[in-house]
C-alpha cells in the first residue's frame, strides 16, 4: 500500500472511530455513518491504486465512466481493523480527566453525617477527548460515593445550581416518605438557585443509590446519580472481602459507560492471587447489561441490598435499571482479564472495545 492510500484509509478510519466515540454507542445512525465512511475508505484506496491491475478497464457508473476499482486484500483490510484495535487496547487505561464515585467524607455536627451536593452543568471527559456537558453532583460522574452505617444520623443537603428544578431520591433506602425526594408526591421540586434539606436515620444495610427523580430520563442520563451505601450495624454477617468495588453502570448521554468513563478509559480492578473482591453492580441506565466476567466466577449475595436466601454462582449477571446486585469474586486465576457488558454493541465494534468494558488483573 503506497503512503497516499494509507492515509486516505487512516482519515476515514479516524472519521468513524470519532463516530463510534461520539455516540459511545454503536447507535444505528453512527453505525450507518461509520459504514458509509468505511465503504468510502475502501473506494479511495481502491481508486488511488495507480496502474493497478484491471486499470485499463472501465466500468459504467450512472451513465459516466471510471477506472475499475481493486478492493484490498482481506490480509490488508485484517491489517486494519486489527491495528484499531490494538490502538485502542493498548490505550487502556487511558487518563482522563475527573474521576467519579469518589468517597464522600461528611462533615459532622452534633453526630449527624454531613452531605452537601451541589448540583451543576459539568463538562466531563467520558474517553480521552471526547468530552460532553454532564449534569454533576459535586462535579464528577458519578456523584460522591456516600457510605454510611446503618443508624446512623444522615442530613443531605442539595444546592440546585442547574437550569431546571431537581430534587435528590435515595433509591432503595426505606426513609420516612417526606424523605423520599419525588416532586409533587412528596415535596415540591427544588427551582434552580434554591436549596433543600433530607435528613434521616439510615435504615436497611446494603448497596443502594441516590438519584435525581425530575425530569430524570434526562436528569440521571446526564450524570445526577451516585452510590448510596449503608453498611450494616452488625458485621457479623457479612461476608469477607479484601476488595469492594462499585460499578455503576449507566447508558445515557456519554454512552456506555462503567463509573462514569467508557474503555480504554474505565478503570481496571486489581487483586492480588487469592484476594475476595467485592463487586456492587449499580444500573442507573434504560437498558440491561449482562455483566460478564472472563476466567473466574461470581458468587452472587445480595439482591437490592437484601442478602439472598440462597447465594448462586455466574460468570454472566444481567443488571436491569434500578438493580443492584452484590457479588464476591475468589480471585485464583491470575491473568489480565476481560469484564464487560455481554450485549456486544454495547462493548466491541469494529474499531475495537468501547464503551462498557474494564478488565481484572489478578497479579500473581
Ligand atoms: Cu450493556
Known amino acids: 500500500m503506497s503512503e497516499h492510500e494509507r492515509s486516505s484509509l487512516v482519515v476515514a478510519e479516524e472519521t468513524r ?9 454503536g447507535s444505528r445512525r ?21 496502474g493497478a491491475k484491471g486499470a485499463d478497464t472501465t466500468a459504467s457508473v450512472t451513465g459516466g465512466t471510471m477506472p475499475a476499482v481493486i478492493p484490498p486484500t482481506p490480509r490488508e483490510s485484517a491489517d486494519a481493523m486489527d491495528a484499531m484495535h490494538e490502538k485502542r487496547m493498548k490505550a487502556f487505561p487511558a487518563k482522563t480527566e475527573g474521576k467519579g464515585n469518589v ?10 453525617k454531613i452531605y452537601e451536593i451541589t448540583a451543576k ?8 477527548g471526547v468530552k460532553v456537558e454532564a449534569w454533576a453532583y459535586n462535579g464528577m460522574v458519578p456523584g460522591p460515593q456516600i457510605r454510611v452505617r446503618e443508624g446512623d444520623r444522615v442530613r443531605v443537603i442539595l444546592h440546585n445550581e442547574l ?10 433506602v426505606e426513609v420516612p416518605n417526606d424523605q423520599d425526594g419525588v416532586g409533587f408526591m412528596t415535596q415540591p421540586p427544588v427551582k434552580p438557585g434554591e436549596s433543600y434539606t433530607y435528613e434521616f436515620t439510615a435504615p436497611n444495610p446494603g448497596s443502594h443509590m441516590y438519584h435525581s427523580h425530575h425530569n430524570s430520563t434526562k436528569q440521571v442520563s ?19 472481602a479484601d476488595l ?31 484476594q475476595t473482591l467485592r463487586i456492587r453492580y449499580m444500573n442507573e441506565g434504560m437498558m440491561i447489561h449482562p455483566m460478564h466476567l472472563h476466567g473466574m466466577h461470581m458468587t452472587v449475595i445480595t439482591k437490592d441490598g437484601w442478602p439472598l436466601p440462597a447465594p448462586f454462582r455466574c460468570d454472566t449477571l444481567n443488571i436491569a435499571p434500578g438493580e443492584r446486585w452484590d457479588v464476591l469474586v475468589k480471585c485464583t486465576n ?21 464503551g462498557m468494558v474494564t478488565a481484572l488483573i489478578v497479579k500473581a
Open 17 to 25: 472511530d470519532d463516530l463510534n466515540f461520539l455516540s459511545g454507542t
Open 30 to 50: 453512527a453505525f450507518l455513518r461509520g459504514g458509509a465512511a468505511a465503504t468510502i475508505a475502501t473506494a479511495v484506496l481502491a481508486a488511488c491504486k495507480p
Open 103 to 112: 468517597l464522600f467524607e461528611p462533615r459532622i455536627e452534633n453526630g449527624v
Open 121 to 128: 452543568k459539568t463538562p466531563w471527559e467520558v474517553t480521552p
Open 163 to 172: 437550569p431546571e428544578s431537581t430534587v435528590i431520591h435515595f433509591h432503595g
Open 222 to 240: 446526564l450524570g445526577l446519580l451516585g452510590a448510596f451505601i449503608i453498611e450494616p450495624k452488625n458485621r457479623a454477617n457479612e461476608p469477607h
Open 244 to 274: 469492594d468495588t462499585v460499578l455503576i453502570l449507566n447508558d445515557g448521554l456519554g454512552g456506555y459507560t462503567l463509573n462514569g468513563k467508557g474503555f480504554p478509559a474505565t478503570e481496571p480492578i486489581v487483586a492480588k492471587l487469592g
Open 334 to 354: 491470575p491473568g489480565t482479564w476481560a469484564f464487560h457488558c455481554h450485549i456486544l454493541p454495547h462493548a466491541e465494534a469494529e474499531t475495537g472495545m468501547f
